[in-house]
């Protein structure tokens, strides 16, 4: 069974810091793309940021420069680092584990930031 748990969200003021975590289990998670996404009230779930399994990473332009994901294939997890957050950035976020044929979410892990 597969599964994905995130954490590290919560409540941070705008301009702080938080680095969510996203640790995997039950399939082999190295060799698949990890991402991130989320979803603030009322709107659609929207990509953040996305690796391959080689380490390569892509973000949406909105994304770029504040946003970093990494990986650490040897902890099972995948981490998103968010920095200069704005009010605006206050979502549930999502983990992401995709193969070739399906999809996998975890629950979700709040992030609010006030102003």
């Known amino acids: 069974q597969v599964q994905l748990v995130e954490s590290g969200g919560g409540l941070v003021q705008a301009g702080g810091s938080l680095r969510l975590s996203c640790v995997g289990s039950g399939i082999i998670f190295s060799i698949n793309t990890m991402g991130w996404y989320r979803q603030a009230p009322g709107k659609q779930r929207e990509l953040v940021a996305v690796i391959t399994r080689s380490g390569s990473t892509d973000y949406p332009d909105s994304k770029k420069g504040r946003f970093t994901i990494s990986r650490d294939n040897a902890k099972n997890t995948v981490y998103l680092q968010m920095n200069s957050l704005k009010p605006e950035d206050t979502a549930v976020y999502y983990c992401?584990?995709?193969?070739?044929?399906?999809?996998?979410w975890g629950q979700g892990t709040q992030v609010t930031v006030s102003s």
């Open positions: 992401n584990l995709a193969t070739s044929t399906t999809s996998y």
